[in-house]
Every structure is written in structure tokens, then in C-alpha cells.
């Protein structure tokens, strides 16, 4: 290899990549983002679908973005800009009787009678609280029990620590009886009305291959939660532009994109990651490579698992990588009637809790749901330049659809198809009609388009089991790897997924303090 | 080895060789081995141990677990599995070795025969076939668990080579030790002989196949009947091994898949293996962990051989500094009938393995007559093998 010309190489511009870039970046280290698509943003893209039909390709809405980033980054001096800074959520009724929820994750409610709407100010309450406990813990470098691991983290950790005990003895005794209970039983215990149930226990399971009845679910919404404490974005021109503005913010630091660059190889010494092969041939040294790719596909694919011991093997080849989300993208020659619900919304198909569970209970035997459950968007509500004149784009995320069903994919798609729009036509009457041009990207579609294993968009199910100190696994949860000079910074490790770059940076932060 | 149907009748397999066997063990000593049934002695260990010393032996050794590893990758599959050179080992040779998890703690040890180039035969204590096929990940190969498949007889002793110029395998007097050949033995049949054992005496191992299992019994024993030829149980043999220093999984070490409590499991340097590790020759598990471990000085065992005062064997003694301080455990022990000492192998905490001196004593338990009578025994480190005659490793062997 010749002598290295970047100190660091990240494998995948997505939001991660960016995040990880920027920060070394700024730290004076020389930077080559590598991304296999023709434009950065990994998840977060924005694309046509149908000829005039744009939509955003995979993550719609934006939860989690890390503050760290924005600050340091500033992408909004490069273009960004948010067309809903606080965008609703209407859960559908398919009589009509919506139920809204506004500001950050319902801080007020319309369609809900009096009792409940304060029986759910009590428990949205307590569940923030709760979040506040996690929210330091995302910034850090998971630490190993037992261990401490850096200043910075002890300090993330007695926050934390501090959290817990500023809740007083019966709220921390709460926190510790639901830390690990499943969100069926919170909303079945603390609320009588099935809307709500129903989108609690959505937003609770939306991407994990758990329903509200699987234990720890309630874990994954604390985790939703802790991002921004459940305030949704979505920025003007779509998820690709978020990332237009952070890879122009990225190149601002001086870090070098490159595009349709696909690394086909990690390369090693024998000891240690000396730098990457692209799939046109080229090689390119650095001091280091940084791959915020599937760590299995890292590992195994990548480096190869003969780079490896087998005890990483094995942990690799255990991690669940288990996707159970299909997005569907409309395009419609007319706005759809969801019985008056406002577009600009979020709209939640989840009527109750028991519709959320059922719905799952397919996915664990390879088959879909015959009636999903569903998130959706419209972009165009908030720029119509997304469609042609009077036209409209739906994106929806819909669940549950296994990886691989029995009987495959090319029997079962437009089954599913027909299911998720039997759903809307429920709740919309005569969207039928209106469709011109449909897109259904099946988890194994997303899996193929976008490298996520499994079809998993987290990198590995978001599940207790695989968090902290155990995501992805036990030996490569700090960022560092076993193979020196090679870090993991993708939604693989922690916290996970979710268009945050808080993996990026986090990693960011591991690597400049291992310098 | 037998039908797996009727396995809760049977919880213990049977041998190829079992109808001699079982005829030949008139007290009906019987000890499961890796879950085949196997004769712990004969009638007379004594006569037995000195049959393995001064003529010839026969042990059965067919419940050794044995993998089929074949496929252009496989002495590089080996190189990553093993801690010695595996790539290295020519054609028709034999390697005494170990493998180790990633933090560089010993899984098993073994002997891994090359039948050919690409053709491998790992033989060993425990079953690993998960750990072996995870670590095939990215290696063309395959990996093939054939114990079953093969029967072996190990034929040690002064006379071993005698018995088997008699029985057909004259040619045999140039191979050397820790080499292998094919040879044809009279109504035996083909068979596969290497010049290994466990007994740190002059022997082969003969490899059969179940069929012909008795056929090489019978033959080996009417020709070895001039030779003083006897088969042998597992109590004779584990004196022997005790005499050439040898150590066993689970007895001297615990394999690390199996233990249960984390301070159990022990790198190669803690269990006198560390002259194996080849930290030349590249990537191979465990190697990051035993590397750190020698740089950071944080091994904190070592397996040595221990001269004992007196005749009592000091099984499961605890080892004493000073008569105080306890610094480690004896794995095994016997009163050795051929170097006429009472000999012991041990864990012991670092630095006594070095820095002991004459202070170290074996608290012995002697039950005599339904009373322990506790004795704390001098015992001195000495060097293994305790015993190793010359003729264990004469080409050509000695006719004795």
C-alpha cells in the first residue's frame, strides 16, 4: 500500500458517515467519505418514483437528528430548512372519529374526552421523564459493566444516574417496574381509548421485530423518545435535501465525498485496516477505515471473516437483523379524503393496541399482515412541487412484512400491495381511484437497494438485547473493533438508526480520543 | 458405532473392538469415554503398566473424536484455528497441537495427522464441530465429524515394533516418530499406522475401519502373544502418561468452552503449551489475546511436574508456600513404577512455577481404613517428561 493520504476512511455517506466526517473533520484529520450511491444521505434520500412523483425513498420524518451535529455543523447555513417543525400526528379512525395529537408528542390533544386526555398527560409525562433517564446515555460511547470508560461518559452516566434519583423514590421505582415490561400492558393500565393505545403501541414497535405485547417494547419507545422527546421534523425538499445541506456542511469542513464509489474490500495488513478497495479496483490507504456499513457486512463481507476470530464470528453471525417495515409510495391525481384529516399530519393506522399485535403475530410465521398498520406521510401537503399541479405523493411506512415469506416475494408483493391498500381505502374511501403510479419496496427491495441485512433499517433489530454494550455485540459495541484501525460508526451500533448521526459522532468522538 | 434408536437402553456406545474388550475385562471395570463404554483395567494394572514399560500394549483409542478436514483451504483454515504451523506440517506427518477462543484461552488440544495435501485429521478429547465449522466461515473446505468411521488401536511399548514386524508391518522400521504410513497387516487388512501415542514410549497408533476392527485385534494379539503383548485399561494408561508428563482436557485443563466459572479457563502459557504458539505465521484466534497476555505479564498460572516425597499419590492435593499459602492444585498423580518416585503434574499460581524452590508441600488426604490421614509433603518442580527412554525415539526401532 502507498503511504497513506487520509487519516480517515468512512465507508457510507449516510447520515452517520456525514456526521462522523464532519466532526473529524473539524478536528484537523483529513477525511474521504465513500458512498455506493450517485448522491450522499444513505436512508435519507429523495427521489421520483413515477415521472413528476417525487418522494423521500426510505426514512420520511425525522426524529432524532443529533444536536451535537446541528450545532457543530450547521447545515442550515448550507440549504437546510424545516417545512414542519413540529408536525402532528392524527391516529385514523376508519369512522371519522380521528384523534390529533400536537407539539411534541401530544402535549395537547383534540378528540379525546377529558378524563383520558388527563389519564394521557399523566403517562406522557412520566414517559418523557423516563426518557430524560436514557437521553444521556445516547451521546456516549456505551460503557462495559463493571468499567467506566472516559470522563466524558462518567459524566453521561452520573447524569443519567442523577435522572433516576431526581424522580423521587416512587417515580424511580416506576422507572425500574417498566423499564423491561411491553407497551401493551403501560397503555392497557394507564388508558381506555383504543386510538390511542393503538398509536402508542405503533410508534413503540415501528421498525423492530416486536409487537406491543413482545417484552421490553416499551424500551423502544423510550429510545423513539429520547431523540428529540418526540418532536417530529420533516425538512423542506424532503429527507434528500437534509442531506444535500449536511454533505455541503460536511464539505464545508473540508472532508472530501465521493459518490457511486462502492468499497468492495476493507484491506488489511494482517494486523490492522490499511485502507479500502473500490469496486472499480482503485485502492486508497488511510490511517484509518470507518465503516458505517452493516457491522456484518463489515466483518464478513468487507474485511472477511478470515480477518477475524471466530468468537466475533459467531456474535456477527447472531446479531437479528429481522426488518418487518414495507414502504409503499402513491402517486395520486388528486388530494385523498382520510375523512377529513389534515394532510400536513402524520397519519397513524393503528386502531388499537390488540390491531398493532395481530398485525405482528404473522410476520413471526413468514407471512404479512392481511390488514398492516401504517404510517403515512404527504409530502406534497407541504410542497406541492413533490407532484405535478394538484397531484399528490403518499409515503407510507407500513408493517408487518418479513424478510423473506413464504413462497417469496415474487408471489407474495402484490398480495401485500393489495392489503396495505385495502387498509387505506378504509380509511381514505375512493384513494383507489386516485392512484396513478404505485412503488412497493418489500424489506428484502430495501435490503438489496440500500445494503440494510435483513432488511433491518437499524442495522440489527433495535431490541434490548441489542443496545448499549451489546450493539451490535459484545467486543465492537465502543466503536473500536478488534482490528485496529477499524471502527464501526453506522445505526448498527449504538444508539442505533433513525436519520440521528448520533453514531457518527459518537464514534467521532471515540476515534479522536484514541488518537 | 451402534444403533442411535435404542440409546436410552444403551446410554453408553460400544467400540468397535468391544466383544474383545468386554471379554477381556473379567472385573467388569467400565468408564464412559466421550460416550462410548472403555475398560479402565484388565484385571491388574500393574501388570498392565509394565506391559505399556517393558513389552507390549494394546489401549483402545477408538472413541477419540475425530474430524475430516479436506479442501484446498484447509492447512489455511488450520493455520487460522490452530496455534502452530499447520501449513508447514509435510505430507504423512503428525502435529501435537491446540486451538484457542478469541481471548486466547485453550479449547482443546489434539493431533492433527496430514493424509494428503489437502486432507487433515484432527483427533481430540471433547466435540467442537460448531466451533470448527464457524471458524470454516470464508475457507473452501469441509469439515466432517468421522469418529464413528474410524476404529483405532494404540500398540505401545519396547516391543511394540516387534509385534508389529510380526503382524506384517516390517516396513514400518523407518518411520520415524510423528510420522504416518499405510501398511498392509495380514487378515487385517489395509490400515493406517502413525508412530504416536500417549504414553511417551516406543508406539504406533493403527487406523482402521469399524468392519475390520476385530480382525486387527485378533491378528495383533496372536502375534503379539511371543511379544508379551496385553491390552491395557485407562488406569495403566494415565500412569504412563503421567510418567511422559502428558495432560488431558478436562483433567489437567478445562476446555474454556466448558467452564463455568471465568477464572478456569487458561491460555496456552498457563497450561505448558505455550511453545506451540507461533506468533509468525500470521492471524489465528486467540493470538491478539496471548500476545497481550505475555506483553502485559498477566498470566497468572503455570502447569509444572512435581517430585513428591513418599509413596502416596497426591490426587487433588492442594499445594502449599511455605505450608501456608495455598498456590495451587495437582491435576494428576501417581506413584511411578518406572522412575520409582511418586510424580505429580499441577496448576500453580505465577511466579512459584519459578520461584518455589523447596518450599512448596502437597497436602495429601491418605485414606487408611475409613481415616484420612493428612500429610503435607515436600514437593519439588522438576522437568517433564519424568521419563523418556531413548527407544521412544530410535528410527529404526529397537527389536526387542
Known amino acids: ?515 | 458405532m451402534n444403533d442411535l434408536r435404542h440409546h436410552f437402553r444403551t446410554p453408553l456406545m460400544r467400540s468397535p473392538f468391544h466383544p474383545r474388550v468386554a471379554a477381556a475385562n473379567v472385573l467388569n471395570a467400565w468408564a464412559p469415554w466421550a460416550g462410548v463404554t472403555t475398560a479402565l483395567n484388565f484385571g491388574d494394572v500393574a501388570m498392565e503398566h509394565s506391559a505399556i514399560r517393558n513389552s507390549a500394549s494394546l489401549y483402545d483409542i477408538s472413541p477419540m473424536i475425530k474430524y475430516a478436514i479436506e479442501g484446498p483451504e484447509a492447512a489455511a483454515y488450520l493455520d487460522r484455528l490452530t496455534l502452530r504451523r499447520a501449513s508447514g506440517l509435510p505430507v504423512g506427518a503428525v502435529q501435537y497441537t491446540a486451538w484457542c477462543n478469541d481471548a486466547g484461552h485453550v479449547l482443546d488440544d489434539g493431533t492433527l495427522f496430514r493424509l494428503g495435501e489437502d486432507r487433515f485429521r484432527l483427533c481430540c478429547q471433547e466435540r467442537h464441530l460448531p466451533w470448527l465449522q464457524d471458524s470454516a466461515i470464508g475457507f473452501d473446505l469441509s469439515i466432517r465429524d468421522e469418529t464413528e468411521a474410524i476404529a483405532g488401536l494404540s500398540l505401545q511399548g519396547p516391543t511394540s515394533f516387534a509385534v508389529l514386524s510380526a503382524a506384517g508391518g516390517a516396513d514400518l522400521a523407518g518411520l520415524k516418530p510423528f510420522r504416518l504410513a499405510e501398511v498392509h497387516l495380514g487378515p487385517a487388512g489395509p490400515v493406517m499406522v502413525s508412530r504416536t501415542g500417549f504414553t511417551g514410549d516406543l508406539g504406533y497408533e493403527i487406523w482402521t475401519t469399524p468392519d475390520r476392527a476385530l480382525d486387527l485385534w485378533d491378528h495383533l494379539m496372536a502375534e503379539g502373544a511371543p511379544h508379551r503383548l496385553r491390552p491395557v485399561g485407562t488406569e495403566a494408561l494415565n500412569i504412563a502418561r503421567i510418567e511422559a508428563g502428558f495432560i488431558i482436557a478436562n483433567m489437567d485443563f478445562v476446555c474454556a468452552e466448558q467452564v463455568l466459572r471465568p477464572d478456569r479457563a487458561r491460555q496456552p502459557d498457563e497450561i505448558g503449551l505455550g511453545w506451540m504458539v507461533d506468533l509468525d505465521k500470521g492471524r489465528f484466534n486467540g493470538r491478539n489475546a496471548i500476545r497481550a497476555a505475555r506483553a502485559g505479564d498477566t498470566l497468572r498460572w503455570a502447569l509444572v511436574g512435581l517430585d513428591i516425597d513418599g509413596n502416596v499419590p497426591a490426587e487433588g492435593a492442594e499445594l502449599y508456600l511455605d505450608g501456608k499459602k495455598a498456590v495451587g492444585q495437582v491435576t494428576a498423580a501417581a506413584w511411578s513404577p518406572t522412575t520409582k518416585r511418586n510424580l505429580a503434574l499441577a496448576q500453580i499460581r505465577r511466579p512459584w512455577h519459578r520461584d518455589a524452590g523447596d518450599r512448596l508441600r502437597a497436602e495429601i488426604y491418605a485414606l487408611r481404613e475409613l481415616q484420612y490421614h493428612k500429610l503435607m509433603l515436600p514437593a519439588r518442580i522438576v522437568d517433564r517428561p519424568f521419563s523418556s527412554p531413548k527407544r521412544r525415539r530410535a528410527t529404526p526401532p529397537g527389536m526387542f
Open chain 1, 1 to 515: 500500500m502507498p503511504t497513506p493520504s487520509f487519516d480517515a476512511i468512512i465507508i457510507g455517506g449516510g447520515v452517520n458517515g456525514l456526521a462522523c466526517a464532519g466532526r473529524l473533520a473539524q478536528a484537523g484529520q483529513k477525511v474521504l467519505v465513500l458512498d455506493a450511491a450517485d448522491t450522499p444521505g444513505g436512508g435519507a434520500l429523495t427521489g421520483e418514483f413515477a415521472p413528476g412523483y417525487r418522494v423521500d425513498g426510505l426514512a420520511h420524518l425525522v426524529t432524532h437528528l443529533d444536536t451535537r451535529m446541528l450545532a457543530a455543523l450547521k447545515p442550515e447555513r448550507h440549504g437546510l430548512d424545516w417545512a414542519v417543525d413540529a408536525m402532528a400526528t392524527t391516529a385514523l379512525s376508519s369512522d371519522g372519529g380521528h384523534l390529533t395529537l400536537n407539539g411534541a408528542y401530544g402535549e395537547a390533544v383534540q378528540g379525546l374526552e377529558e378524563a383520558e386526555a388527563q389519564r394521557w398527560t399523566a403517562l406522557r409525562g412520566r414517559l418523557l421523564r423516563h426518557t430524560e433517564i436514557l437521553r444521556p446515555l445516547r451521546e456516549i460511547t456505551p460503557p462495559l459493566p463493571g468499567k467506566g470508560g472516559g470522563k466524558g461518559n462518567l459524566l453521561a452516566l452520573g447524569r443519567a444516574g442523577l435522572n433516576l434519583r431526581r424522580l423521587g423514590r416512587e417515580e424511580m421505582q416506576e422507572f425500574l417496574r417498566m423499564i423491561l415490561i411491553n407497551v401493551h400492558d403501560v397503555v392497557q393500565e394507564d388508558l381506555t381509548d383504543d386510538r390511542l393505545r393503538g398509536l402508542i403501541a405503533f410508534d413503540a414497535t415501528l421498525g423492530a421485530f416486536l409487537g406491543p405485547r413482545s417484552p421490553n417494547s416499551l424500551f423502544l419507545l423510550w429510545h423513539r423518545l429520547s431523540g428529540d422527546a418526540g418532536r417530529i421534523r420533516w425538512p423542506r425538499g424532503g429527507m434528500g435535501a437534509l442531506a444535500t445541506a449536511l454533505a455541503e456542511a460536511v464539505r464545508a469542513t473540508g472532508a472530501e465525498l465521493r459518490c457511486a464509489a462502492r468499497v468492495d474490500r476493507v484491506l488489511s495488513d494482517g494486523d490492522r485496516a490499511t485502507g479500502v478497495r473500490l469496486e472499480s479496483g482503485e485502492e486508497i490507504a488511510a490511517r484509518c477505515v470507518i465503516s458505517t456499513a452493516n457491522p456484518r457486512t463489515t466483518f464478513m463481507d468487507l474485511l472477511g471473516a478470515r480477518q477475524i476470530e471466530t468468537g466475533l464470528v459467531r456474535r456477527l453471525t447472531n446479531i437479528r437483523m429481522r426488518g418487518t417495515a414495507a414502504k409503499l409510495h402513491l402517486a395520486l391525481k388528486g388530494a385523498p379524503d382520510f375523512r377529513g384529516a389534515d394532510l400536513r399530519h402524520r397519519l397513524v393506522i393503528a386502531p388499537s393496541s390488540d390491531a398493532v399485535e395481530n398485525a405482528f403475530n404473522h410476520v413471526k410465521y413468514g407471512e404479512f399482515s392481511p390488514a398492516p398498520v401504517m404510517e403515512i406521510t404527504c409530502p406534497t401537503a407541504h410542497d406541492p412541487g413533490f407532484a405535478p399541479d394538484g397531484h399528490h405523493v403518499l409515503s407510507i411506512v407500513a408493517q408487518y412484512a418479513p424478510y423473506s415469506p413464504r413462497g417469496g416475494w415474487e408471489a407474495g408483493r402484490d398480495a401485500l400491495q393489495a392489503a396495505i391498500l385495502k387498509q387505506l381505502e378504509a380509511h381514505a374511501p375512493g384513494i383507489g381511484e386516485l392512484i396513478t403510479a404505485v412503488e412497493l419496496l418489500t424489506p428484502a427491495d430495501i435490503a438489496a437497494r440500500h445494503g440494510l441485512v435483513g432488511g433491518s433499517w437499524h442495522q440489527g433489530d433495535l431490541a434490548v438485547e441489542q443496545m448499549l454494550f451489546m450493539r451490535p455485540a459484545v467486543g465492537i459495541a465502543r466503536y473500536a473493533t478488534p482490528v485496529p484501525g477499524l471502527w464501526l460508526a453506522g445505526a448498527g451500533s449504538h444508539p442505533g438508526g433513525g436519520i440521528s448521526g448520533t453514531a457518527g459522532w459518537n464514534a467521532a468522538n471515540e476515534i479522536l480520543g484514541a488518537a
